[in-house]
């Protein structure tokens, strides 16, 4: 009863992302749980925090990243906004290496975007009944969290030097310019950078960039 009640509610949600046809995917799955839900659309970061502030939003689905920035940074400020409202974090970005930062940032849930329809069906479910949404992959995070904190940043596995010469990646130098610059041989550099993939478990200078944007202040 309860249940039928709650979905009968208006419930406000604000889908943010910047492709108009994973909104439109998540409204039709929102629409068939939730006839009655009110839906509003952003594309930018920046409208993310302008809707929170102007409309009674109760849920907000965003992305983790947007051509104007990463919504790490703005997780904050619509908590401070509307304490109220619930965040699930819709990403393509590995659930494995970035859900905790988000969940740690103030967002409610994190759900890939390689998820089942079925499974972005219970992540809204849960989000509305619960104010949550732990999936099992969290769950397990927030188990190695407990008993080792340094777990929610994948980059304190990198001995100082590498997360020098990572941020110096990031910041677009070469390995001859960082050979240069911290006075060390190029095929150093190399090595050391074998390690920083190996250790990060990734394959390439993109997805670095994306880990050291998210986990490390430059």
């Known amino acids: 009863m309860m249940e039928s009640q709650m979905e009968n509610k208006e419930i406000t949600f604000l889908l943010a992302d910047d492709h108009s046809i994973v909104r439109q995917g998540v409204q039709i799955i929102i629409n068939e749980i939730f006839p009655n839900a009110k839906i509003y659309h952003t594309s930018s970061l920046q409208q993310v925090v302008e809707q929170v502030k102007l409309k009674q939003i109760d849920i907000a689905v965003i992305d983790a990243h947007f051509p ?3 919504s790490l940074h703005i997780l904050s400020e619509i908590k401070n906004a509307k304490p109220e409202i619930k965040i699930l974090i819709f990403s393509g970005l590995e659930e494995q290496l970035h859900a905790l930062k988000y969940i740690n940032a103030g967002a409610n849930g994190y759900l890939s975007k390689l998820s089942e329809e079925e499974e972005v069906k219970q992540a809204v479910l849960s989000i ?5 949404y732990i999936s099992a992959v969290v769950q397990n995070l927030l188990v190695q969290f407990a008993s080792d904190p340094n777990a929610i940043n994948p980059l304190s596995g990198l001995t100082k030097r590498e997360l020098q010469i990572a941020a110096m990646y990031a910041e677009g130098y070469g ?3 960082i050979a240069n610059h911290l ?3 190029q095929n150093t550099v ?3 950078k074998k390690n920083i993939f190996d250790k990060l478990k990734i394959e390439n ?11 490390h202040n430059m």
């Open 68 to 70: 104007d920035g990463n």
């Open 128 to 132: 509305v009944h619960k104010g949550e």
């Open 175 to 177: 390995n001859l310019e």
């Open 183 to 185: 006075d060390i041989k």
């Open 190 to 192: 190399s090595t050391i």
């Open 205 to 215: 200078l993109v997805e670095l960039i994306e880990l050291i944007k998210t986990h």
